[in-house]
């Protein structure tokens, strides 16, 4: 859009010129134009939608006590949220907000118990002089 308000400033010409200059959609450029035109400006218009639960602020504050508190659940934290607010905020609402910042919530992996023949593995190799060399060390100590 700067690109294209930039280009009808210095009255380059026809549509299709500028275009083409600007490598965009003619559609684009054409409907730029008019949008300059009308509202005297080259800034988007404000979209319709459904306006967000929670302000920057309050994402900032889940993200925060999140990153403090890592093992905090998701529940935990909106109910923390939901102490100093009128109207509440869910519980999907929230993990959003998380996923949003780039909060995923993952349990790490456990590594396996060792057993019998795990110990013994390393051992596997040992000679039969090696095996005295250990006993008299343990017998020494």
Known sequence: DQRV????????GGT???????RMSVST?????????????NSCRKRSGRPKVTTQLEDKFLSLTSWRDRYLTAQQLQAQLNSGRKKHVSVSTAKRRFCAAGLTGRVAVRKPFLKG?????????WTTADWTNLISLLLLI
């Open 16 to 22: 299709l010129k500028t275009a083409l200059f600007l």
């Open 5 to 12: 308000g930039r280009t009808l400033t210095s009255n380059s």
């Open 117 to 125: 023949q795990s110990r013994a593995w390393k051992h596997r190799l």
């Open 29 to 41: 450029v054409s409907y730029t134009i008019q949008r300059q035109l009308e509202t005297g400006r």
